[in-house]
C-alpha cells in the first residue's frame, strides 16, 4: 500500500460542508478530485474524541473505510490558555446552533473576567488556533499532521473572516484576524501550516 497521494487522484472530504470541501480542493492546489461526504449520502460520525488530532482522524477513517477510497478531515479550534484550553474541541458548540460567535465571545471575556480575578499574577490573555488534518486510507492506516497559531485574545475587533476571528490576535500583529486581508491571514493560519506538512509529507 502507498502512502503517498498521487495528483489528480480522487480524495474524500470527510465533512458535510460543501464550503470546507471547496477550501480542501484550494489548498491542495486543485492537484486532487475532491469528493465531499455529504454528497456520497455518508453518515457523519459523532465527534467523540477529546482531541483535535483525535477527531480529524476519527472523521477520516470513518469516510475512508464506508467510501472504501483514501480520506481526508480536519478539526479546528481556538483555545486559550487561562481557560485550561476551552473552547478547544468545543469551539463551534460554544457558538450554539445558531452559529452566534458575538455571544461566543462575550462568553470568552465573561470567563476570563473570572479567570483573571482567580490567577492573578499567572493571569495571560494567551491564545492560539489549531488544524488537525488527518489523511486515512480505507484499510485503517492513518497519517495526521497539526498546524498551530498563537497569540492573544483581544476585544472584538473587524469583520473579515468568520468564527472567533475578531477576538484573535496573532503574535507580531497589531491587527486581529478579522482585520487583516483575508489572503495574509490565509498564509499564516493554523490550516495553511497544517497543510504544509501534509504535502510535504504525502505529495510525490
Ligand atoms: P470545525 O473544525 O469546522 O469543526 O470548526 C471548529 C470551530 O473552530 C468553528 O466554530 C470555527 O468557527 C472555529 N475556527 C476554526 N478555525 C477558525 C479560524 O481560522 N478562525 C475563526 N474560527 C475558527
Known amino acids: ?18 464550503g470546507k470541501a471547496v477550501e480542501i480542493a484550494a489548498l491542495l492546489e486543485g492537484r486532487f478530485e475532491i469528493v465531499a461526504a455529504g454528497s456520497l449520502g455518508l453518515p457523519e460520525p459523532e465527534e467523540t474524541e477529546t ?21 481526508l478531515a480536519d478539526d479546528s479550534g481556538l483555545s486559550i490558555a487561562a481557560l485550561n484550553g476551552d473552547p478547544g474541541v468545543y469551539s463551534a458548540r460554544w457558538a ?43 484499510e485503517g492506516h492513518a497519517c495526521v499532521f497539526e498546524g498551530r497559531i498563537d497569540g492573544q485574545i483581544v476585544k472584538p475587533r473587524g469583520n473579515r473572516g468568520f468564527g472567533y476571528d475578531p477576538v484573535f490576535q496573532p503574535e507580531g ?24 506538512q501534509l504535502k510535504a509529507a504525502l505529495l510525490a
Open 173 to 196: 500583529y497589531d491587527v486581529t484576524f478579522a482585520e487583516m486581508d483575508p489572503d495574509a491571514k490565509d498564509s499564516i493560519s493554523h490550516r495553511r501550516r497544517a497543510f504544509a
Open 51 to 71: 482531541t483535535f488530532v483525535g477527531n480529524a482522524i476519527l472523521k477520516a477513517r470513518h469516510a475512508a473505510m464506508r467510501a472504501g477510497m483514501v480520506a
Open 1 to 18: 500500500m502507498s502512502l503517498s497521494l498521487i495528483p489528480g487522484q480522487k480524495l474524500i472530504a470527510a465533512t458535510h460542508n460543501p
Open 96 to 138: 450554539g446552533p445558531a452559529k452566534d460567535f458575538v455571544r461566543a465571545a462575550e462568553v470568552i471575556w465573561h470567563k476570563l473576567d473570572t479567570a483573571r480575578a482567580a490567577q492573578g499574577e499567572a493571569f495571560t490573555t494567551t491564545a492560539w488556533f489549531t488544524c488537525a488534518l488527518a489523511v486515512a486510507w480505507p
